[in-house]
């Protein structure tokens, strides 16, 4: 089985900077992208930033230039670095994995999630 499993959420002021990371264990062959979402309260989940394999990223607009998506592939972890945080940042966030077992199955898992409050 695999699990991800993400770590660094918490509360801060508008303007400051958070570093979320997510950690994949288990029968793992390979990752292909990863990525984090979040969901606010009464709204759907959202995508807001995604690394493949090459290494290549991409972010909505909404935080583009704020948000910095990184991976080690060596440690199979992600991170998501997220500077000038805004009130509308806040957010469960979700690591998410697209990954192939040692048993060459495929598929995508989520982790559990990490509250992130952006309030003064």
């Known amino acids: 089985q695999v699990q991800l499993v993400e770590s660094g959420g918490g509360l801060v002021q508008p303007g400051e900077s958070l570093r979320l990371s997510c950690a994949a264990s288990?029968?793992?062959?390979?990752?292909?992208?990863m990525a984090w979402y979040r969901q606010a309260p009464g709204k759907q989940r959202e995508w807001v930033a995604i690394i493949i394999s090459d290494g290549s990223t991409n972010y909505p607009d909404s935080v583009r230039g704020r948000f910095t998506i990184s991976r080690d592939n060596a440690k199979n972890t992600v991170s998501l670095q997220m500077n000038s945080l805004k009130p509308e940042d806040t957010a469960v966030y979700y690591c998410n994995a697209d990954i192939v077992q040692v048993s060459r199955s495929r598929r995508t898992y989520w982790g559990q999630g990490t509250q992130v409050t952006v309030s003064s």
């Open positions: 288990g029968s793992i062959f390979s990752i292909n992208s």
